[in-house]
Every structure is written in C-alpha cells, then in structure tokens.
C-alpha cells in the first residue's frame, strides 16, 4: 500500500512538473512568436560624443579651439573614444507580452561594421504598446583616424546632426530570448539607425548581406575624408 502510495505521488509530481514545463515552454514559443512580431525603430540618440567633444556644439557650428585641441590630443594619445545614447522603441502589436533578454548591437562606419557589443537588460514588452529599450554604444575610433590626422576626425565630428544621427554612421540590433537556458536571437539583424542622408523615418527592415549577419557590403570610396583601416 505504501509502495502504490509512493508511486501515485511521485507520478504525479512528475505530471505536475511536466505541465509546468509544458506550459513555460508554450509562453516562451510564444513570447518568440511576439518578439518577432515586434517593431523596432529609433526614437532619439542623446550624450553623443568623439574624443570628449559635444558632437551638438560641432553640429551647430560652434566647434572651439578647446575642442580641436581635444581631438588633436585624442590622436596624440591613440585614443578616439566614440560615445551615445540610443532608446530604441520596440513595439508589440500583438495581444500578449515578449520578453527582450539581450540585444546585439553592430556600428557602421563609412559603410563597414566597426564594432560589436551586448547588453544584457530584461525587458518585459508590453502587448499592443511601445516599450522603451535604452542602449548604450562606446567604441574607439583611434583605428579610423589614426593615419588621417585631426582634420579628417574634425570632419567626423561634423557629419553629425543636431539629432546626434551621422552621414557616417550606423546602427543595427539583433534581440534575444531565452527559453530553457537556451538564447534564441532574431534571426538577422535589424536596421535602427541609417546614416542621416538615408534615413528616411522609423525602419524595421532587415539586412542581411554578409554571412548572415546583416553585415553592409563594405565600401571602398573616400567616405568623407577617412576609410577604415583593417
């Protein structure tokens, strides 16, 4: 009898625990299904700077001696830090949450990727609303401009409006799930932040030219004053 009683209890732990599972396996398919629903787009890029200087002073022509004397020690001392601010606005259209895990970023320079990053911030996407997901992307551009001098990193500096967009640069996201430990990615990247002659409004098209990986086919031309040294 204690044996039969057991047996039931265990049996039935383990339908309990299989049920349990089932269904945290049927809200996370389905926070997939939502994530891949959603729409991403740019709604604003703030703190913008190159080698500490205010891109927004630059872009409205108030750039000052300090300032060159700034980006002229910045190559001096083989160090460009690049810096902003982006808040991504992720749309559910659907009638039920998805759960944002981890975002991959890709920044373009002059047409070519430059760098890569993660951030790893849970965010609950409210169903039929638009949450606001802050990103944070640093790089150093020292391998840019490190042959062009100052001049061409004062041209950078002024390709940017007072929007904190570029004529140079680019950004694209590639979100992330988890489901049973597992991380499950968009399947390709997304463009969220085209050079500023390009952008035409909000996009959630998606680019995937190189392996994959949403990657720009790389651009050979002058771009402005530098290219991308390899």
Do not use: H
């Not at 992720?90 to 070519?112: C, G, I, Q």
């Not at 007072?162 to 680019?170: A, M, R």
């Not at 991380?183 to 002659?197: G, L, V, W």
Request: net charge positive; with cysteine; hydrophobic share 35%.
């Amino acid at each position: 009898m204690k044996k039969t009683l057991i047996i039931v209890t265990v049996a039935s732990s383990l339908l309990f625990a299989s049920c349990t599972f089932l269904d945290n396996l049927a809200n996370n398919l389905s926070s997939i299904a939502n994530l891949v629903n959603c729409e991403y787009s740019l709604q604003n890029v703030s703190n913008v700077s190159v080698a500490g200087v205010n891109v927004r002073n630059v872009a409205s022509g108030q750039i000052s001696a300090t300032d060159v004397v700034m980006l002229a020690s910045a190559i001096t001392s083989k160090r460009v830090p690049l810096s902003l601010n982006v808040n991504i606005g992720v749309k559910n259209p659907t009638d039920r949450s998805a759960l944002l895990t981890t975002m991959d970023w890709a920044l373009d320079v002059a047409a070519k990727e430059f760098a890569t990053g993660t951030t790893n911030q849970n965010y609950n996407i409210t169903a039929q609303k638009t949450t606001t997901v802050p990103l944070g992307v640093s790089t150093d551009l020292y391998q840019i401009f490190s042959g062009s001098g100052v001049e061409a990193l004062k041209t950078f500096a002024s390709s940017f409006t007072k929007d904190g967009t570029s004529s140079q640069l680019g950004l694209r996201i590639r979100p992330s799930i988890s489901v049973a430990g597992q991380t499950i990615k968009s399947p390709s990247y997304i463009q969220i932040m085209k050079p500023a002659t390009q952008n035409t409004g909000n996009t959630t098209g998606n680019n995937n030219n190189n392996n994959n990986n949403g990657g720009n086919k790389p651009n050979t031309g002058n771009n402005g004053g530098f290219q991308i040294k390899r």
